[in-house]
């Protein structure tokens, strides 16, 4: 059973009719403790899938209470007389059915959200890890090593900043979407300079097999990219673990960004227009799969202003990501002879 528990700290004026509503809702075990003359504290523990509408309603409270406070915590093990006592054929019904029904859930937005932050940000670990990841899948090109291309894939952390942009842009977040917009850019273009760089100093890579297939596009790619952003928003739902689906966004975003960087670096400018469309093909293809995925899996504002933001920017976002992917779309099927992948 996943369980996880709430502590609020809440002004003792305001206790009880914070105490009875939170009373309501369904826990699997209460507890209420004085803290200090002025504040009391009680702990929820719930089931994961009602995380989230009780911090719903103690995000509303806590807008117009003062020194109202809540904290979220995890918990890995729960022992209590009735969870010993059951009966074992009703634990593993309980215990199958409770797997079944995990495949449809996710987490709260408010820890979806926390991650999000965390990983929009631009800082020293993820500037290393892009310039390392870059340098890797160059030196791969110019060996003409898929092997060290993947393992280039295993440690690029380019996954958060692209689930970052649909996430935000699904919440109307317009600030956290920026800032997101920005990290990605900023990731680009770090692969970018490592790999201008070698294409600049040296002709070595440019005629092997993992530059050239990344210097041509086809309308399978599209494929690719929204399998893998599919895949990214799914992982990132259900907090499962982001490497292996790490690779599978990095796939769709580094080798291109190499591709088009010593193409550049290199002066063959024909191969860098391919390189450029399969990067832009990929990220859109990846950003429509996202924001798709995170727009039905009922992922909502609280906040009147918010879900304003949230109603216009939801839409817009789906239409406009995706006549984006269509006019890719239509150019590589109209442009089947152009050297693009």
């Given at each position: 059973?996943?369980?996880?528990?709430?502590?609020?700290?809440?002004?003792?004026?305001?206790?009880?009719?914070?105490?009875?509503?939170?009373?309501?809702?369904?826990?699997?075990?209460?507890?209420?403790?004085?803290?200090?003359?002025?504040?009391?504290?009680?702990?929820?523990?719930?089931?994961?899938?009602?995380?989230?509408?009780?911090?719903?309603?103690?995000?509303?409270?806590?807008?117009?209470?003062?020194?109202?406070?809540?904290?979220?915590?995890?918990?890995?093990?729960?022992?209590?007389?009735?969870?010993?006592?059951?009966?074992?054929?009703?634990?593993?019904?309980?215990?199958?059915?409770?797997?079944?029904?995990?495949?449809?859930?996710?987490?709260?937005?408010?820890?979806?959200?926390?991650?999000?932050?965390?990983?929009?940000?631009?800082?020293?670990?993820?500037?290393?890890?892009?310039?390392?990841?870059?340098?890797?899948?160059?030196?791969?090109?110019?060996?003409?090593?898929?092997?060290?291309?993947?393992?280039?894939?295993?440690?690029?952390?380019?996954?958060?900043?692209?689930?970052?942009?649909?996430?935000?842009?699904?919440?109307?977040?317009?600030?956290?979407?920026?800032?997101?917009v920005v990290t990605s850019i900023y990731g680009v273009a770090i692969v970018l300079i490592v790999s201008v760089l070698f294409g600049?100093?040296?002709?070595?890579?440019?005629?092997?097999d993992q530059y050239l297939d990344r210097t041509k596009v086809t309308i399978v790619d599209i494929f690719l990219g929204v399998a893998?952003?599919?895949?990214?928003?799914?992982?990132?739902?259900?907090?499962?673990?982001?490497?292996?689906?790490?690779?599978?966004?990095?796939?769709?975003?580094?080798?291109?960004?190499?591709?088009?960087?010593?193409?550049?670096?290199?002066?063959?400018?024909?191969?860098?227009?391919?390189?450029?469309?399969?990067?832009?093909?990929?990220?859109?293809?990846?950003?429509?799969?996202?924001?798709?995925?995170?727009?039905?899996?009922?992922?909502?504002?609280?906040r009147w202003e918010a879900v304003k933001r949230a109603n216009v920017s939801r839409p817009l976002s789906i239409v406009f990501v995706?006549?984006?992917?269509?006019?890719?779309?239509?150019?590589?099927?109209?442009?089947?002879?152009?050297?693009?992948?």
């Open positions: 059973m996943n369980l996880q528990l709430i502590e609020v700290y809440i002004p003792d004026h305001h206790f009880e009719s914070i105490h009875e509503k939170l009373k309501e809702h369904d826990h699997q075990s209460f507890w209420v403790s004085s803290e200090s003359e002025e504040r009391t504290l009680v702990r929820i523990l719930v089931k994961t899938s009602g995380v989230e509408e009780i911090l719903d309603y103690l995000e509303e409270v806590s807008n117009v209470v003062e020194g109202f406070e809540t904290m979220l915590i995890p918990v890995q093990t729960y022992l209590s007389k009735e969870t010993l006592h059951k009966e074992s054929k009703k634990a593993k019904e309980d215990e199958e059915s409770e797997k079944e029904q995990a495949l449809l859930l996710r987490a709260s937005r408010h820890e979806l959200l926390n991650y999000v932050e965390k990983n929009s940000q631009i800082n020293l670990n993820y500037s290393l890890m892009i310039i390392l990841s870059a340098i890797v899948a160059t030196v791969g090109f110019l060996k003409d090593s898929e092997a060290v291309v993947i393992g280039a894939m295993v440690i690029a952390p380019m996954i958060g900043p692209v689930i970052a942009i649909a996430f935000s842009s699904i919440l109307g977040d317009y600030k956290l979407l920026w800032k997101s600049y100093f040296t002709d070595m890579g440019m005629g092997t893998s952003g599919a895949a990214g928003a799914l992982a990132f739902l259900n907090r499962l673990s982001g490497n292996l689906v790490g690779v599978m966004v990095a796939v769709a975003l580094l080798p291109p960004s190499v591709a088009l960087g010593m193409s550049f670096g290199n002066g063959s400018y024909m191969n860098a227009y391919g390189a450029f469309l399969l990067v832009v093909v990929n990220i859109m293809s990846i950003l429509l799969a996202a924001v798709t995925i995170f727009s039905i899996s009922g992922i909502r504002p609280v995706f006549v984006i992917v269509a006019a890719l779309a239509l150019v590589l099927l109209l442009g089947k002879d152009v050297n693009v992948r």
